[in-house]
């Protein structure tokens, strides 16, 4: 039995990713989506003044290096947009009163909001992750405690942009990758 001649692979059209749409906006539209990620409009406008990215991974390599180069009230104002993280509904009102306190403790000592990353935390360690971050922070000299505090800033920045222009991630290798799933 013969077979008739071999078609070409099916080729599916380039889709626009989140990436290339933000590479494309306006930039009024591009820096209102960095400054709901960072908090601070020098950090996202030099972002934003370096569009196109290639690919998700070189736009948070930007994002973590002009992290870096954050002066006292670049960082101030990214700190003024955070908030403590949210607890579980069912989390009980001793750990509440334990967690106001120490916050307070800490934005006296240190006059901003404590930052932390728990994207890698379980949402029933986070009440402990958090305390315990509080209570050992506590004990930073206050430049110490600014170099953690924009090591934090930087990881919740990268979360929130990777969630904003998920699917980009593999647009380098694979255009038409599905995107990751949360």
Known sequence: MTRGPTLPAHRLPHLPTPLDAFNAA?????????????HSLHWSRRIADHRPYPDVESLLAAADEAAYDLSPGDLSEALAGECLPELPEDTYSAAHTALTAAHAAYEAKFGHVFVIYLGDTRPEERLDRVLEGIYSRLENDPEDERVMSVEQLRRLAQGRLVEKLRGAGNCATSPNAPAPGK
Do not use: N, Q
């Open 26 to 38: 306006p930039d009024d539209e591009a820096g209102a989506l960095l400054l709901h990620c960072l």
